[in-house]
């Protein structure tokens, strides 16, 4: 079992940034990946970036060139830093982590943390 925690969502005015954590309570080292989705007002939920093992992202298109996410392994941390946001950016953001073994896959997802862009 993993228990994921974000903080940082808050209010921004647009061009501003944001940096989000998402703590785990165990060793996130070996997890198959760990990422961010998003939820806007009346819409799907959507990818926004993910870090494998090896440290392979896979960024939104929306996204690329503002966003970044890093791991700090020796933390058990993932972070998102959000720069250049947009009001379209509003969401709330949840941090995702994957753990495989021999048998199946486990999906953990955090509470997610709002995220609120003015224009």
């Known amino acids: 079992q993993v228990q994921l925690v974000e903080s940082g969502g808050g209010w921004v005015q647009a061009g501003g940034s944001l940096r989000l954590s998402c703590a785990a309570s165990?060793?996130?080292?070996?997890?198959?990946?760990m990422g961010w989705y998003r939820q806007a007002p009346g819409k799907q939920s959507e990818l926004v970036v993910t870090?494998?093992?090896?440290?392979?992202?896979n960024y939104a298109d929306s996204v690329k060139g503002r966003f970044t996410i890093s791991r700090d392994n020796a933390k058990n941390t993932v972070y998102l830093q959000m720069n250049s946001l947009k009001p379209e950016d509003t969401a709330v953001y949840y941090c995702?982590?994957?753990?495989?073994?021999?048998?199946?896959?486990?999906?953990?997802w955090g509470q997610g943390t709002q995220v609120t862009v003015s224009s």
């Open positions: 870090v494998m093992t090896a440290d392979s992202t």
């Open positions: 165990r060793s996130i080292f070996s997890f198959k990946s």
């Open positions: 995702n982590a994957v753990v495989q073994t021999m048998r199946t896959t486990f999906n953990y």
